[in-house]
């Protein structure tokens, strides 16, 4: 019953995704900051890739004097930001788990607090009885 609905919400979601993602991407285009970026990045991309793929092919003895088929520029700026997401969700997941630990940290100090509490109040009801019991039995 639910799984219906599930894929028609992600169906939905999906279809009102696209022409935000377009306009997003187009308007990244324009930005001269973000192009800038954006060709210094995929330069550093292209060196990295003929640099390993000539270590590979020397590595395996095939020839190193062929010429090395760039990468597609736009994929490689999907990959960047599919990695970018991945890091960024990590450092959320580490941050979260970092909050979950201080507040156990926190509910077993509370805990142990209260245990003392009720320590000291038994300890000064004791004394209090031992008083009394002083006052009490003067012999």
Do not use: W
């Not at 999906?14 to 930005?31: D, L, M, S, V, W």
């Not at 092919?57 to 062929?66: E, I, K, L, P, S």
């Amino acid at each position: 019953m639910v799984l219906p609905f599930l894929k028609l919400g992600t169906l939905a979601l999906k279809t009102i995704g696209k022409p935000i993602a377009a306009r997003i991407k187009q308007e990244a285009g324009r930005h001269p900051n973000f192009r800038k970026l954006d060709h210094n990045y995929c330069k550093s991309i292209q060196r990295n890739h003929r640099i390993t793929t000539t270590m590979q092919r020397r590595f395996y003895g095939h020839a190193t004097d062929v010429e090395i088929q760039p990468l597609n520029e736009e994929k490689v700026a999907v990959a960047a930001l599919f990695f970018e997401v991945q890091r960024s969700s990590r450092s959320e997941a580490k941050k979260d788990e970092i909050r979950r630990e201080k507040i156990e940290i926190n509910t077993i100090l509370e805990k142990q607090i209260e245990l003392l509490k009720q320590k000291l109040s038994e300890i000064e009801q004791i004394e209090r009885g031992n008083r009394l019991s002083g006052v009490l039995n003067f012999r």
